[in-house]
């Protein structure tokens, strides 16, 4: 039987590239995407549609969460909050969605549990992220400590970041080296025809395909 591997899959570079790390591994893909209100909302669902083409991933769960924009107290999540464009500041950002991963994290744990799956694998990094709690490596160990405390005892889930302690240039080395289709993926904030190129998410990888002295592949505003 196939060693089965869930992978959160964003529509983002990080997750696309953890998805094709999962792939080399020898895993069997399933791929989960979540709807929450984003404002890229129908942008980074085509984008995860077109990842898991490439894939060839067979078995794929488009998950609904409609309650982040009930909540609010996230730009991305409520429309009335602006996304910030002047560069990273430090603390924790008002992008930042309260406890996304761990909420995340819970609901592909489920599925992980009902599709017998090994491992999940989610594209979070720690060094080069935004500032965001539930991006760390200690958050994740955490997390996959409960998991397994609270799903039957046949059901054993590792949870794999492997991107947490990378920089974005070496995501976009890692990606051309493994030929991710990188025009597939999205990770402007604020956009969904032209990235934005101003918000922090937008920066970040600008800033990385600078660095890696490559180009990126999708096109932006300014």
């Given at each position: 039987m196939?060693?089965?591997?869930?992978?959160i899959?964003?529509?983002?570079?990080?997750?696309?590239?953890?998805?094709?790390?999962a792939?080399?591994?020898?895993?069997e893909?399933?791929?989960?995407?979540f709807?929450?209100?984003?404002?890229t909302?129908?942008?980074e669902?085509?984008?995860?549609?077109?990842?898991?083409?490439?894939l060839?991933?067979q078995?794929?769960?488009?998950?609904?969460?409609?309650?982040f924009?009930?909540i609010?107290?996230s730009?991305?999540?409520?429309?009335?909050?602006?996304?910030?464009v002047?560069g990273?500041?430090?603390?924790?950002?008002?992008?930042?969605v309260?406890f996304?991963?761990?909420?995340?994290?819970?609901?592909?744990a489920?599925?992980a549990?009902?599709?017998?799956?090994?491992?999940?694998?989610?594209?979070?990094?720690e060094e080069?992220?935004?500032?965001?709690?539930?991006?760390?490596?200690?958050?994740?160990?955490?997390?996959?400590?409960?998991?397994?405390?609270?799903?039957?005892?046949t059901?054993?889930?590792?949870?794999k970041?492997?991107?947490?302690?990378?920089?974005?240039?070496?995501?976009?080395?890692?990606?051309?080296?493994?030929?991710?289709?990188l025009?597939?993926?999205?990770?402007?904030y604020?956009?969904?025809?032209?990235?934005?190129?101003?918000?922090?998410?937008?920066r970040?990888?600008?800033?990385?395909?600078?660095?890696?002295?490559?180009?990126?592949?999708?096109a932006y505003?300014?």
């Open positions: 196939n060693k089965k591997a869930l992978c899959l964003s529509g983002g570079m990080d997750s696309t590239l953890s998805a094709y790390i792939k080399n591994e020898g895993y893909l399933i791929g989960v995407h709807n929450y209100g984003q404002r909302q129908q942008k669902l085509e984008a995860f549609r077109a990842i898991c083409e490439d060839n991933v078995q794929k769960y488009e998950i609904d969460i409609p309650f924009t009930q609010g107290a730009a991305l999540t409520d429309s009335t909050i602006d996304v910030p002047d990273v500041k430090p603390g924790v950002p008002i992008t930042y309260p996304r991963n761990g909420i995340f994290l819970s609901i592909a489920a599925i549990e009902k599709e017998e799956a090994t491992a999940l694998f989610i594209g979070v990094v080069d992220s935004s500032g965001y709690p539930d991006c760390t490596d200690s958050f994740i160990e955490k997390m996959e400590e409960a998991i397994n405390q609270g799903t039957k005892e059901t054993h889930i590792e949870i970041t492997p991107l947490v302690h990378l920089m974005k240039s070496d995501i976009v080395k890692k990606s051309l080296e493994l030929n991710v289709p025009h597939h993926t999205w990770s402007c604020k956009e969904e025809k032209e990235a934005c190129g101003v918000c922090d998410s937008c970040l990888r600008l800033n990385g395909f600078k660095v890696a002295n490559a180009v990126d592949p999708i505003k300014k």
